[in-house]
């Protein structure tokens, strides 16, 4: 069974209990949860200062989220590996300590999941309040190289591609389709077909 990052996006917040109970309804998949900083990290946008400290701010941002979900009972890890059962992680500290990405609201939570995924060597699944990806309005069930869109970070889909990730991007929103997936069922989502 492949080991799995799952981001959480953060505008997913009133989903938070049905994502961890489908997430506890797979103790034995090695799953490490990448919470998204929504509305806490739309609160640094707001603020006025320099992208060096709304990077840290934001990364904050994804802990406070971070400890809501833990809040529904998924146990919180500041380790950056996948643990032997379900956990969120807490990215600050180890952020602080590696500082692997650039200072930028070019990055945002669904880069950094990335980057977790490709240091520990997992499929990535991104969870969203939208379908997948669209490029040009048009709705990507595979997505081939990287393109302008909306729905992730600018700097996502070339660290994806850059990097050979396996990922999966989806809707969080949706009744049993997480749980469907992670069941190996076909489900409407944007699959980034990179090559291994």
């Not at 709304?54 to 380790?79: C, K, N, R």
Request: proline share 9%.
């Amino acid at each position: 069974m492949y080991p799995r990052v799952i981001k959480m996006g953060g505008s997913l917040l009133s989903c938070v209990p049905e994502l961890v109970r489908v997430i506890e309804g797979h103790p034995q998949a090695p799953l490490l949860v990448v919470p998204g900083g929504g509305l806490f990290a739309d609160r640094v946008r707001s603020i006025p200062t320099t992208e060096r400290e709304a990077h840290w701010m934001a990364v904050a941002a994804m802990e406070q989220f971070g400890w809501y979900i833990a809040s529904h009972g998924l146990p919180t890890t500041d380790v950056l590996e996948i643990p032997p059962t379900p956990r969120v992680l807490l990215p600050y500290c180890k952020l602080r300590e590696l500082d692997p990405l650039p200072h930028s609201w070019e990055v945002t939570s669904d880069t950094i999941a990335a980057w977790v995924a490709h240091t520990m060597g997992a499929e990535l699944i991104i969870l969203k309040s939208v379908d997948g990806l669209f490029r040009e309005d048009v709705f990507m069930e595979h997505a081939k190289e990287p393109f302008p869109c909306i729905e992730v970070d600018p700097a996502f889909l070339p660290f994806i591609f850059s990097h050979h990730i396996r990922c999966t991007v989806m809707n969080g929103s949706i009744p049993g389709r997480l749980e469907a997936f992670l069941q190996g069922a076909h489900v409407r989502a944007t699959r980034v077909e990179t090559t291994f």
